[in-house]
């Protein structure tokens, strides 16, 4: 079975471009996550879908940042205009179940260098 | 809202020694703890988590964490490191009752192995 997918994994872009970042989560798994970590930082909660639907979005950080899931399958976080602050870490995960208890299977991450 | 606390950022170690790599948590409700590690160039893995009964939980590769609610600690222990060990360490956790299931990590421990 695949694991999380995100694609790119690594992207270097310019202060004020666009960026979107692409997450496939296992197949049959309805929550997805988004965290972040800021180098020296510590990984951070950005949001979580439960299918098509925000669940919670408390850790976005501004209204620069959209994420969307189309049809509950794969996600994008796009970033724009994009700052130097947002270069870091982001990760993807998924869930089955969406229970506290439930496992969150992370992806590799995508490197987002903003210069 | 929970914190984490991991005490050393990076924890250098021969090999067949034994390691622990210590957390400490902060909450007002009652949480689920995990540990997550990551190997270069790879995404998170779970290696255990704890949700109740005993206090001693094992997980993959020989790891093991004891929770102790007293101390509100989580500490992870190996009697016996691999060089395929080398790798940075999160401990995390999630509140256990419904709502957000967002993880809060800690920023992380770096386990070198030396041969």
């Known amino acids: 079975e695949a694991g999380v997918t995100q694609f790119p994994s690594h992207s270097v872009i310019e202060k004020g471009q666009t960026v979107t970042l692409r997450c496939d989560p296992i197949s049959g798994h309805d929550n997805l996550y988004w965290y972040r970590r800021v180098m020296g930082k510590e990984i951070k909660f950005l949001l979580h879908?439960?299918?098509?639907?925000?669940?919670?979005e408390s850790g976005m950080p501004n209204n620069r940042f959209l994420a969307e899931r189309t049809g509950g399958t794969y996600s994008t976080l796009k970033v724009q205009p994009a700052e130097l602050e947002d270069s870091g870490v982001y990760f993807c995960a998924s869930s089955q179940w969406g229970l506290a208890l439930d496992t969150q299977y992370f992806g590799p991450g995508t490197r987002l260098t903003v210069l | 809202a929970q914190s984490v606390t991991q005490l050393d950022s990076q924890v250098p170690v021969f090999e067949e020694a034994p390691v622990e790599l210590r957390c400490n948590y902060s909450s007002s409700v009652s949480v689920y703890l995990f540990w997550y590690v990551q190997y270069p160039n790879q995404g998170l893995q779970l290696l255990l988590k704890y949700l109740s009964g005993s206090t001693l939980v094992k997980g993959i590769n020989g790891f093991e964490a004891e929770f102790n609610k007293s101390q509100t600690s989580f500490h992870l222990r190996k009697p016996s490191v691999h060089i395929s060990d080398t790798a940075e360490y999160f401990c995390a956790v999630t509140a256990s009752g419904a709502g957000s299931y967002q993880l809060t990590f800690g920023k992380g421990t770096k386990l070198s192995v030396i041969p």
């Open positions: 879908f439960v299918k098509e639907s925000k669940q919670d």
